[in-house]
């Protein structure tokens, strides 16, 4: 009991010995005019932080007519996205293609290369969606908000595209370099 007590009285010793080695004394005399100062040392950590906020959460393309079906739907919006990152980003988008349809006992799953995206608010520079990252757009600075647009459009086929209801999803990611 009494090597216990000991053992206890000398780790507490190590401890405050330890704790008097990180203290910072002033010992100034204090006279009029006299200051007496110590300082703190201080740190914070800043992770990389980073929030995507969207206006829409689906979009309905335009269906296959007689007159798109070898060629493009019209372009339909697809959601805003808003960025608000302290780190330089780039923003892509991917998906896993659409669902099978089955009609009249045949399947058919729709190529997600049929699906194509845009960033700008007029469409233009359509992209091919795939299964890979395809790039959205970049952000060559941190941003407290930063909208991006996106369009939609979708290749038809005659030969391909049987009767049905076609859906994907799409995934937006947001990294940095």
């Not at 200051?35 to 040392?41: D, E, K, L, N, S």
């Not at 290369?113 to 520079?125: K, P, V």
């Not at 359509?126 to 990252?133: A, E, F, V």
């Not at 991006?148 to 995934?171: E, F, H, I, M, N």
Request: charged share 10%; aromatic share 8%.
């Amino acid at each position: 009991m009494r090597i216990s007590k000991i053992a206890l009285v000398a780790a507490a010793m190590v401890v405050s010995a330890g704790s008097l080695q990180a203290q910072e004394n002033c010992t100034e005399a204090t006279q009029a005019g006299m200051q007496c100062a110590v300082t703190t040392g201080l740190t914070a950590t800043v992770p990389y932080l980073a929030v995507i906020n969207k206006d829409i959460s689906s979009a309905v393309l335009p269906a296959a007519t007689v007159f798109n079906m070898n060629g493009y739907s019209d372009a339909v919006a697809g959601p805003t996205l808003n960025i608000k990152a302290n780190f330089v980003w780039t923003l892509t988008a991917t998906t896993a293609g659409f669902a099978q349809v089955t009609a009249q006992n045949v399947s058919y799953t729709k190529s997600s290369a049929d699906l194509e995206i845009s960033n700008t608010a007029s469409g233009t520079d359509w992209t091919q969606m795939s299964s890979s990252r395809v790039l959205a757009t970049a952000g060559s600075a941190a941003t407290a908000s930063q909208d991006v647009v996106t369009r939609y459009r979708v290749a038809y086929s005659w030969a391909k595209d049987l009767p049905g209801a076609y859906a994907a999803t799409v995934t937006y990611t947001l990294t940095a370099p």
